[in-house]
């Protein structure tokens, strides 16, 4: 099992990892940005301002908002189990 686990952790790991490269480089794009110029325009610096700054304390607000709106206790666990024993087929 935990070889399956570690697997499905390494595979959503590179799915984020990949989502992030992309956000990041459509964010640069629309801040004009060039590889080949050293001087790069202000527009550049306020969009790697809030990719670095502003995108991790929103996300981990989003996720608080999440974590509040389905909490995980004893009777949403009691219904989940319910739920997958219902669904299970097992002889």
């Not at 004009?32 to 809030?50: E, G």
């Not at 700054?53 to 989003?62: E, F, K």
Request: hydrophobic content about 45%.
């Amino acid at each position: 099992m935990a070889p399956v686990l570690y697997s499905l952790w390494l595979f959503s790991r590179g799915v984020m990892d990949a989502i992030s490269a992309a956000a990041s480089n459509g964010i640069l794009q629309a801040a004009n940005y060039n590889a080949h110029n050293c001087v790069q325009p202000n527009t550049v610096k306020q969009a790697l301002r809030y990719v670095t700054a502003g995108t991790p304390p929103a996300v981990y607000v989003i996720a608080l908002l999440f974590i509040w709106l389905y909490p995980i206790n004893e009777e949403s666990r009691t219904k989940t189990k319910m739920a997958l024993d219902a669904r299970c087929v097992c002889t």
